[in-house]
């Protein structure tokens, strides 16, 4: 059986994806700071999965924790999701951004070229395609980031490709997410931002609550459909799948590969909306605002490059992502706290 680290998994995604690993069969061992999450993440995982995995309070940047795990474990394969994320706060504080998610992560690949483990699946995102010329949105589509968390995704990206570069053992897996949405079907985990959310979707699903009071929609004069802005909203189950079939790949030595994990589908704000009010039969107080700086009109990924090196496809529709994001917020109003 293998053996997989996974880093923050205590997080939304990396929560959904542990998961999936304890059902596929896979050890798993989780570390996480807690900066950004709680273990009460991990408790729900494995009585879901009625499976137990390992975890380690640790900071990625504290080296000598992370050798002397790698020293009492063998892992097969690493997933990496630590990492900090909210672009705002990462214009405030720029530096705490790249210590904690390249330097975190430049001490991760030395513990694991220590320990001779070569193989990673890195949590890259759409973000490294800044405002993008066109959608859908191809891996090879030009590059460029407009805020330091985009920034370190890029960076790291860089690195872990000179690494490759400079020793061919290393398989990487560069996976770069759309907009992660919804939560896993029993409603047991599922996203849990701290103090107001950034994202559409969470924001929505506190005002559905009744945590919020209403939504700002940022903008309307859009060049789309409706005039709100377009995204690839993809249900974190089908992401936590993507992780599985990445690792299946990278068994296979392919060097360093990257692949886009969206719907290919773009949906408009005011879609994401009414499908939510739809799915939980509540009315989404909305206004209409300015838009917000950096955003781009429309970003939608072209994931056949997935699909058909990978064989992973999204499955869910929007009306599930909403309905399983409902189901997580109104069983847990407060999150992990309720
Ligand atoms: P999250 O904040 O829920 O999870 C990240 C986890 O990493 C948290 O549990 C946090 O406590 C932990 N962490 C952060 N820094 C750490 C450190 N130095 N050492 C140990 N643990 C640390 O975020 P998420 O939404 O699950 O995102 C996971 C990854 O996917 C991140 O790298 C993020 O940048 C990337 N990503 C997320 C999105 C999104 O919209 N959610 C989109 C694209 C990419
Ligand atoms: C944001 C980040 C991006 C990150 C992505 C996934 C910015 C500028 N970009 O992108 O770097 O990779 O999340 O985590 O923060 N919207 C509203 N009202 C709201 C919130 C959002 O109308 O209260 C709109 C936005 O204008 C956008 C859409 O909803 O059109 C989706 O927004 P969001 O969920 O923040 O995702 P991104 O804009 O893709």
């Not at 690949?109 to 959608?135: H, L, Q, W």
């Not at 398989?171 to 079907?185: E, M, S």
């Not at 995204?231 to 990445?246: E, F, Q, W």
Request: glycine share 8%; aromatic share 8%.
């Amino acid at each position: 059986m293998k053996s997989i680290l996974v880093t923050g998994g205590c997080g939304f995604i990396g929560s959904h994806t542990v998961l999936a690993l304890l059902q596929a069969g896979f050890n798993v061992c989780v570390i996480d700071n807690l900066y950004n999450s709680s273990y009460e993440s991990l408790k729900r995982v494995q009585k879901l999965a009625g499976k137990k995995t390992d975890f380690h309070q640790i900071d990625l940047r504290d080296k000598e924790k992370l050798k002397s795990l790698f020293d009492q474990s063998r892992f097969d394969a690493v997933v990496h999701f630590a990492g900090l994320k909210a672009v705002g706060e990462s214009m405030e504080k720029p530096l705490l951004y790249y210590s904690n998610n390249v330097y975190g992560t430049i001490n991760l690949c030395e513990v694991m070229k220590g320990a001779g483990v070569f193989d990673i699946v890195f949590s890259s995102s759409a973000t490294v395609y800044g405002n993008p010329e066109r959608s859908p949105i191809s891996e090879d589509q030009r590059l460029g980031a407009v805020n330091p968390y985009g920034q370190t995704k890029l960076i790291i990206e860089e690195m872990l490709r000179d690494l490759h570069r400079s020793d061919p053992q290393w398989n990487t897996a560069l996976l770069r997410y759309f907009n992660p949405v919804g939560a896993h079907k029993s409603g047991e985990i599922g996203e849990d931002p701290n103090g107001i959310p950034n994202n559409l979707m969470p924001f929505v699903s506190q005002v559905a609550v009744g945590k919020l009071d209403e939504l700002k929609v940022f903008g309307n004069d859009y060049p789309t459909r409706d005039g709100t802005g377009i995204r690839d909203y993809i249900h974190v189950s089908d992401l936590a799948n993507g992780h599985l079939k990445a690792l299946k790949k990278l068994a296979e030595n392919p060097g360093i590969v990257t692949y886009n994990l969206g719907t290919g589908k773009g949906a408009t704000v005011l879609e994401v909306i009414h499908a939510f009010e739809q799915a939980s039969n509540v009315k989404i107080p909305y206004k209409i605002a300015p838009r917000r700086p950096g955003d781009a009109a429309v970003t939608y990924a072209d994931s056949a490059k997935a699909e058909k090196e990978l064989g992973w496809k999204a499955e869910r529709d929007l009306e599930t992502m909403c309905r399983d994001a409902w189901n997580w917020q109104s069983k847990n109003p407060q999150g992990y706290d309720s």
